[in-house]
């Protein structure tokens, strides 16, 4: 039995590092969710409502509640009729004030990969549009999780929330990472769920060569790939005579209508990438986020470095492009809790 109690917390803060942010919260009541079910997630807004979606095998639980008292106001048990054995849930959506609740599947029969949605009624707490197929691929590479395949889909918005990129990687045609170029599958999604364009695209570099490392799209439904790329099939990381790394960071951008990729090289310098993302951010730019470390293979995080990708295909450090932290804020950060502040941002 999973007891849930809903929130609503209201923020109002200064950004400083001097001073802490404000915040107030508001406490509903307590619920009850049937055992063994998977908390999906909450979505709403303050003026339809607010919804808790969860699922135990072929049932999904809908519970709705009041934006601003909280109170629940309806419970629906929705039969899944389609469920199988291979039915996998993938992500709730907000995509421009339109919620979408994401499935994935396996046919068996035709050896198809399927995702579908589901478009969700905030207000009314109801499914509108039930098992809508969205598209469908041969087999798609993941992660083996208690004997089934899962993680096959990466979601990603643009900043404005207009549309969805859905990326995946088809199964290897080549068992060795030395002779394996993979294949990457984009499909982009308007509010409606309506699809802009789509493409399957073999990478430039063998497995052995390239990393994906993130995918991103803007709000022209360009997408974008941001990839490792080392010198040789060798791997590693830095040169032993030169002390300089043995890799590149480059961006491919994928357009609609367009089979040709453009490549774009990131300058990272003499210094070592370790986490490193690409996003859109509210001026429309795609910001490159990295941190770096001076020593290859390093434990410790000395900085961050900035990069911004205009319209042109032209890359430009953000300002001065490094920005090294304090040593006395390093004294009092373990790794542990820097990447903790990534992920948070």
């Known amino acids: 039995m999973n007891k849930v109690i809903v929130v609503i917390v209201l923020m109002s803060c200064n950004l400083s590092f001097s001073q802490s942010s404000k915040f107030s919260f508001k406490l509903g009541s307590e619920y009850v969710l049937p055992r063994k079910t998977e908390n999906l997630a909450f979505f709403g807004n303050e003026t339809d409502g607010i919804v808790n979606l969860s699922l135990k095998k072929d049932e999904l639980f809908m519970f709705r509640f009041d934006p601003h008292t909280l109170v629940q106001t309806k419970a629906k048990t929705i039969e899944l009729p389609e469920y199988t054995k291979n039915f996998n849930s993938e992500l709730v959506a907000d995509l421009g004030l339109n919620y979408y609740w994401l499935h994935s599947d396996w046919d068996k029969d035709s050896e198809r990969e399927i995702l579908y949605y589901d478009k969700i009624d905030v207000s009314s707490g109801k499914l509108v549009v039930s098992n809508k197929k969205l598209f469908s691929a041969t087999k798609i590479s993941g992660n083996v999780i208690r004997y089934k395949v899962d993680f096959k889909y990466?979601?990603?918005?643009?900043?404005?929330?207009?549309?969805?990129?859905?990326?995946?990687?088809?199964?290897?045609?080549?068992?060795?990472?030395?002779?394996?170029?993979?294949?990457?599958?984009?499909?982009?999604?308007?509010?409606?769920?309506?699809?802009?364009?789509?493409?399957?695209?073999?990478?430039?570099?063998?497995?052995?060569?390239?990393?994906?490392?993130?995918?991103?799209?803007?709000?022209?439904?360009?997408?974008?790939?941001?990839?490792?790329?080392?010198?040789?099939?060798?791997?590693?990381?830095?040169?032993?005579?030169?002390?300089?790394?043995?890799?590149?960071?480059?961006?491919?951008?994928?357009?609609?209508?367009?089979?040709?990729?453009?490549?774009?090289?990131?300058?990272?310098?003499?210094?070592?990438?370790?986490?490193?993302?690409?996003?859109?951010?509210?001026?429309?730019?795609?910001?490159?986020?990295?941190?770096?470390?001076?020593?290859?293979?390093?434990?410790?995080?000395?900085?961050?470095?900035?990069?911004?990708?205009?319209?042109?295909?032209?890359?430009?450090?953000?300002?001065?492009?490094?920005?090294?932290?304090?040593?006395?804020?390093?004294?009092?950060?373990?790794?542990?809790?820097?990447?903790?502040?990534?992920?948070?941002?």
């Not at 941190?291 to 319209?311: E, M, N, P, R």
């Open 154 to 345: 990466n979601f990603n918005f643009d900043a404005g929330k207009n549309f969805l990129l859905v990326n995946y990687r088809l199964v290897p045609e080549e068992k060795s990472d030395k002779k394996n170029f993979d294949k990457i599958g984009l499909q982009v999604f308007d509010t409606a769920m309506n699809k802009v364009w789509s493409g399957e695209f073999k990478m430039p570099y063998t497995e052995a060569v390239m990393d994906n490392i993130d995918f991103s799209i803007d709000a022209k439904g360009n997408a974008y790939l941001l990839a490792k790329v080392f010198d040789s099939d060798k791997r590693k990381e830095k040169d032993n005579e030169t002390g300089k790394p043995l890799y590149h960071f480059e961006v491919l951008k994928f357009s609609k209508g367009k089979r040709d990729l453009t490549h774009t090289v990131v300058n990272i310098g003499d210094f070592f990438i370790q986490k490193a993302a690409i996003i859109e951010n509210s001026l429309h730019e795609m910001v490159i986020a990295c941190t770096y470390s001076k020593k290859a293979k390093s434990k410790t995080t000395d900085g961050v470095f900035l990069a911004l990708l205009d319209t042109s295909g032209i890359i430009n450090k953000y300002k001065n492009g490094y920005y090294e932290f304090p040593l006395d804020e390093m004294k009092n950060m373990n790794q542990g809790d820097i990447k903790e502040a990534w992920k948070e941002n």
